[in-house]
């Protein structure tokens, strides 16, 4: 089955180029706060790590909006910048109307399910923002079956595909209910947003020929000669008592 490709004059246009630089500019910015909030917690020797998500405790509320800006260390915060700003810049270009919508809600979901759900403890960092991201992306892909979507979806898999043993509780130190509800509410917002941001597809000039070819069809009868009845261009067949001549 070959899947429908984009019209080149919608994905090659000036408009398409500029909102790919916005979108990378909008994620390295993204990027660049999470940087600076690791480099204040250093400077503040660990102290705004107990801004993190604990679960069912009144102060671990506000971990659901700072938790994506806390790492407590530096292979931690490498490990999500990449995936991080792929992910963002992704969204952003190919789904920028659905991105506005989705993004606030995967902020809050992974860290509101964390806090409800999850084992008492301190959590952080932005990998549960991270899985919904690429989740998003990658199921966003699926359901739309164009090739420019496909294509970025088939290539998270390739490379991001290991993170699915994320979801699983394989390491004590790691916050995997922060990565599976991240994956759920991706999931979830990819199904709920599945008819936004539909890229138009080529049209070719047979399907146009085919099209045209119908609107104009002779009028026969079953022994494939022309029908008396059938108008003709003049419209003199036509009887007179026709209330709708």
Same mark, same amino acid.
């Given at each position: ?35 600076? +909030?690791? #480099? &204040? ?10 801004? *993190? /998500?604990?679960? =069912? ?68 960092? +932005?990998? #549960? &923002? ?10 966003? *892909? /699926?359901?739309? =079956? ?100």
């Amino acid at each position: 089955m070959m899947l429908p490709e984009p019209d080149p004059a919608y994905t090659s246009s000036d408009r398409a180029k500029a909102n790919f630089v916005l979108a990378a500019r909008v994620a390295t910015w993204a990027v660049i706060a999470v940087w600076l +909030a690791f #480099g &204040l917690t250093i400077l503040l020797n660990g102290w705004p790590l107990q801004w *993190g /998500v604990q679960p =069912r405790q009144p102060l671990g509320l506000i971990g659901i909006l700072a938790a994506p800006f806390l790492h407590a260390s530096f292979p931690h915060l490498l490990s999500n910048t990449v995936p991080l700003w792929v992910g963002l810049v992704a969204m952003l270009f190919l789904y920028p109307n659905a991105a506005l919508r989705v993004l606030p809600w995967m902020w809050v979901a992974s860290g509101g399910l964390t806090w409800l759900f999850g084992r008492e403890a301190t959590h952080v960092g +932005a990998s #549960g &923002l991270v899985y919904a991201i690429l989740t998003y992306v990658f199921v966003a *892909g /699926v359901l739309r =079956r164009d090739m420019r979507s496909m294509g970025v979806s088939l290539m998270l898999a390739f490379v991001y595909g290991y993170l699915v043993w994320g979801v699983f509780p394989v390491q004590p130190a790691m916050s995997w209910e922060m990565h599976l509800f991240g994956l759920l509410s991706g999931v979830a917002l990819a199904l709920w947003f599945r008819h936004w941001d539909v890229t138009p597809r080529k049209v070719y000039d047979w399907e146009l020929e085919d099209e045209l070819g119908e609107e104009f069809q002779p009028y026969f009868s079953d022994d494939d000669t022309t029908d008396e009845n059938a108008p003709s261009k003049d419209g003199s067949n036509l009887d007179d008592s026709d209330p709708f001549r």
